[in-house]
Every structure is written in structure tokens, then in C-alpha cells.
């Protein structure tokens, strides 16, 4: 019998898992266009409940996928997992989409994991790798398809180049692994869409935070998140003056 994994572990090998999962439903060639995207989604997340369930079954559980309950507000722990966060992209058989699963103790995203399965690549909690230094001109992860307008202004401001990419997970990692320095989102998410990610860049010693300042909080009734925050620590004030200077 193999020993009991740590919640970083079990965070880490749910991703993992589910991204292959995920990888071969996309190539068994049953599926295209928006149904793709709906049968990876649907089976990743079962996948991933029905481990969870069996794992940890005292702890709360908050899926993009499953129906909401309110068993979750009564509980310290709740695991808040997005089963493909970018299904676009996912479907064009891009790698700029993830799996995303964490656990919030106390409304803090204190453990998580996000696979990014287009790369082959984990990026978790209880890993944490040197996040490379910043280059003299700064880049700016935003939407591929409806850049917010205050990161297009932030960018501006800054003087930082615009990195168009798909997932939320693919930008925050995109900050970890030094291919980008600032993650600016003003479009409005839910706590799935983030969770995870600010678990890892937390870990990876990022600043994560509200646009405003504020602590990001999850675990709350309504799951809407409207804003956050992801970059070094060293950028974070510099990006408060450029949000305060375009009003």
C-alpha cells in the first residue's frame, strides 16, 4: 500500500493525472470543436471529484463543473479545482491551457497545483523553483481574445510589452517560469480561475493580490472574483501607481 500523500502531493498528482486524461480524450479523435471542449471538461472533472471524495472526504469541494452547494461554507478546507481552464485552447491543441487544483484553508489559497499538460510540465506549492530575473523591459500576460482595458493601460504606463495568451492558469505560470513579469486582470473570474494560480506564484514568493491592493479570498457564497494581481514582488507598487495614474 503506498503511504499517504500531503495535500501539496495529492494537489500535484490530481493534475498531473488529469491533464493525461485530458490529453487523450483530445486524441482519441471522438471529438471536435465545443464538444471536445465539454467532453474533457466533464470527464477531467469527474475524475477529479471522484478523487477528492474518496481522499479527503471531510474537506469541502468547489468545481467549475459541479453544481455549487453550501456544504463548503461551513469548512476550513475547501478544494477548488478547474478542470481545463481554457477550453479554446485546449480544443486548438494549444498548451497555453491548465488544470488547476487547490485547496483554500481558511479562504487563503495556502496549497495548489497547476498542470500545464500542452508542456508536459507541474507547477506546485511544495516545489518551488527561482523565478528567473525580469528583463529590462517588462511583458504583460493578457487575453488572447478581449485584453482588459486597465492592463492595456498598465502596459502603457509601464512601458511593458503585451504577451497575448489563452489560460489564467498559462498566464500566472507564464510569470513563474520567466516568460512574462506581470499578470493584470480586470475582466472579472471565478474563484476556480485562480485559486490554484495564486496558491503556486504565492509559493514561488510573487506578490498576489486584488488590483486594489486588497487579499485575494476564496471559499466566499458568491464565487465571482472581479480582479487580481500576479507579479514579483519588486513590480507591485510600480503597478499600483500606473493603475492610480489612469484613474
Not at 511593458?160 to 495568451?165: F, I, T, Y
Request: proline content about 6%.
Amino acid at each position: 500500500m503506498t503511504s499517504p500523500r500531503t495535500d501539496a502531493q495529492l494537489a500535484a498528482h490530481l493534475a498531473e493525472c488529469a491533464g493525461r486524461i485530458l490529453i487523450e480524450v483530445r486524441n482519441s479523435g471522438m471529438f471536435e470543436g465545443k464538444s471536445l471542449g465539454k467532453a474533457g471538461d466533464q470527464t477531467a472533472n469527474e475524475f477529479l471529484v471522484h478523487a477528492l471524495r474518496q481522499q479527503r472526504p471531510d474537506d469541502g469541494l468547489l468545481s467549475e463543473e459541479s453544481k455549487d452547494t453550501e456544504e463548503r461554507m461551513d469548512k476550513e478546507r475547501v478544494w477548488i479545482i478547474d478542470p481545463v481552464d481554457g477550453t479554446r485552447e485546449y480544443g486548438e491543441e494549444r498548451s497555453d491551457w491548465a488544470v488547476h487544483v487547490a485547496l483554500a484553508i481558511n479562504g487563503k489559497p495556502e496549497i495548489g497545483a497547476v498542470a500545464l499538460p500542452g508542456l508536459d510540465m507541474v507547477l506546485r506549492t511544495d516545489r518551488p523553483v527561482d523565478v528567473p530575473p525580469a528583463p529590462e523591459a517588462l511583458r504583460m500576460v493578457v487575453s488572447r481574445t478581449r485584453p482588459a482595458a486597465e492592463a492595456v493601460a498598465v502596459a502603457e504606463t509601464l512601458g511593458a510589452q503585451l504577451v497575448p495568451m489563452g489560460s489564467a492558469g498559462a498566464k500566472a505560470m507564464a510569470i513563474v517560469r520567466g516568460e512574462a513579469d506581470i499578470y493584470l486582470h480586470s475582466g472579472g473570474q471565478f474563484e476556480w480561475d485562480s485559486c490554484a494560480p495564486a496558491a503556486v506564484a504565492a509559493a514561488h514568493g510573487l506578490h498576489i493580490s486584488r488590483i486594489d491592493g486588497s487579499p485575494l479570498v476564496y471559499n466566499q457564497r458568491d464565487t465571482y472574483m472581479p480582479d487580481l494581481l500576479i507579479c514579483r514582488k519588486s513590480h507591485a507598487d510600480a503597478v499600483f501607481k500606473a493603475l492610480e495614474a489612469i484613474g
